[in-house]
């Protein structure tokens, strides 16, 4: 891995963290500086195109006084040739913890797929698709396990 890739792959590596933090906290809005204006999500919760559907979802799919905890591990991160584009694969353990004392926390384990753009700003999520694989309990979105 040369130099420019190692830089590339930090960038990507705080833009999934990022991503996290922001879902973790409901600074939806804050999501915004993360994404191209044409960004599109697709995830069990929904599929959005353009970054105010795709913010709207986004708390749409967190209940506010419900906690999140988005584990973000195993991220490659491959830039096309054009340097322009990039496509980056993440584990997710989501861990849900609802407001009620007496209810159960689940999780759920995701596979993240992101195609990024280079912009003037840095690298940003232009699409997002989220491929549920396990979960315990009951998640508050609709998952499908494949």
Do not use: C, K
């Amino acid at each position: 891995m040369d130099a420019a890739h190692r830089l590339d792959h930090l960038d990507h590596l705080d833009l999934v963290a990022r991503l996290g933090a922001g879902l973790d906290e409901g600074r939806f809005d804050g999501l915004r500086t993360l994404l191209t204006a044409d960004a599109t999500v697709t995830t069990p919760g929904g599929h959005a195109e353009g970054e105010d559907a795709v913010l709207a979802q986004a708390a749409r799919n967190h209940a506010a006084g419900t906690r999140y905890q988005h584990r973000f591990t195993d991220v490659v991160t491959d830039v096309l040739p054009d340097g322009a584009t990039a496509h980056v694969r993440a584990n997710l353990t989501l861990r849900v913890v609802p407001s009620r004392a007496d209810a159960p926390v689940t999780e759920a384990g995701s596979v993240y797929r992101l195609t990024t753009r280079r912009t003037a700003d840095g690298w940003r999520i232009r699409d997002l698709v989220v491929e549920p694989v396990w979960r315990t309990g009951e998640v508050p979105v609709p998952v499908a396990v494949r």
